[in-house]
C-alpha cells in the first residue's frame, strides 16, 4: 500500500510541473474540461437525484380566508335551518351522482348543467354528475308538487314540506332535494330553489341573514348566481 501511495504521489508531482510549464492559454483549458468532468459527475449522484426530485415536487400551499368568510362558514356550515346548530361539518366524501325525476323542464335541466359544471370548478376532492339510471345515484332531485315527493319518499315529514318550496335531507348513504315547480310560478325562482338546495345537500345547510346576495340568504330571493363568498365557503369546506 505504501508503494503505492508513493507512486501516485510521484505521479502527481510530475503532472503538476508539468501543468507549470504551458502556457496560460492551455492551463485554463485543462482547468475548464476538469470543471466539466466534476459537475457531470455531481449532477449524475444518486443522492443528487433524490434531491433535485423532492425540491421540483409541486407544494399545496395553505390557504387562508378572512374573519368574514370564516364567521359565515361557521354559521352556514354548522348545523341546519331545522336542526339547529352543530359542532360538526359535514361533506360528501364519494363522488356525487344525481338523478332527476318528476316534470323535467328543459330550463331545469340545462340550469342542472351549470350549477353541477360551477360546483365541480370549484371542488377538488369528489366529482358530480347527472346520471340517467336511478340505480347508480346517490342524490336524488324531484321536481313537481310536495304532496308526489312525500308519497315517492315517505320518510321526509310532510309537515316540513308543506310550507317549503325547496327542501333537501342529508342521510348515511345519500341525500333528497325537492323543488316545487306549481306553487313557484317564476322560473328563476326554481332555478335559484335548485342551485341553493343543491349546494346545500353538500353540506352548507344553514341559512342566514347575513349576505342578501348570498345562496344562503335565508329570506326569499331569486338570485341564479353564487356570490363570491359563497364560491369561498364552498372551497373552504371542501378544498382545505
Aim: with cysteine; glycine share 4%; proline share 2%.
Amino acid at each position: 500500500m505504501g508503494k503505492f501511495l508513493n507512486r501516485v504521489f510521484g505521479i502527481s508531482i510530475v503532472l503538476f510541473i508539468l501543468f507549470c510549464l504551458l502556457d496560460k492559454s492551455d492551463q485554463d483549458k485543462i482547468v475548464g474540461k476538469l470543471g466539466v468532468i466534476f459537475n457531470s459527475i455531481e449532477n449524475n449522484s444518486p443522492n443528487n437525484s433524490l434531491v433535485n426530485n423532492v425540491d421540483h415536487q409541486p407544494i399545496k400551499k395553505e390557504k387562508h380566508y378572512s374573519k368574514e368568510v370564516n364567521t359565515y362558514f361557521n354559521e352556514i356550515a354548522l348545523g341546519s335551518e331545522f336542526d339547529g346548530k352543530s359542532h360538526n361539518v359535514f361533506k360528501r366524501t364519494e363522488d356525487v351522482k344525481i338523478y332527476v325525476h318528476g316534470h323535467k323542464k328543459d330550463y331545469l335541466m340545462t340550469e342542472l348543467d351549470r350549477i353541477v359544471g360551477e360546483l365541480n370548478d370549484i371542488i377538488e376532492t369528489i366529482n358530480i354528475e347527472i346520471v340517467s339510471n336511478k340505480s347508480e345515484a346517490n342524490t336524488f332531485i324531484y321536481l313537481g308538487d310536495y304532496k308526489t315527493f312525500d308519497k315517492l319518499y315517505p320518510q321526509v315529514s310532510e309537515e316540513l314540506l308543506v310550507h317549503n318550496w325547496g327542501y333537501f335531507e342529508i342521510y348515511r348513504d345519500y341525500s333528497l332535494i325537492y323543488v316545487d315547480i306549481f306553487r313557484t310560478t317564476k322560473i328563476d325562482a326554481q332555478k335559484h330553489l335548485l342551485r341553493e338546495e343543491l349546494t346545500q345537500s353538500l353540506g352548507l345547510c344553514n341559512d342566514s341573514y347575513r349576505y342578501p346576495e348570498s345562496i344562503f340568504y335565508q329570506g326569499w330571493t331569486t338570485t341564479t348566481e353564487f356570490a363570491p363568498i359563497d364560491r369561498e365557503l364552498i372551497d373552504m369546506l371542501y378544498n382545505n
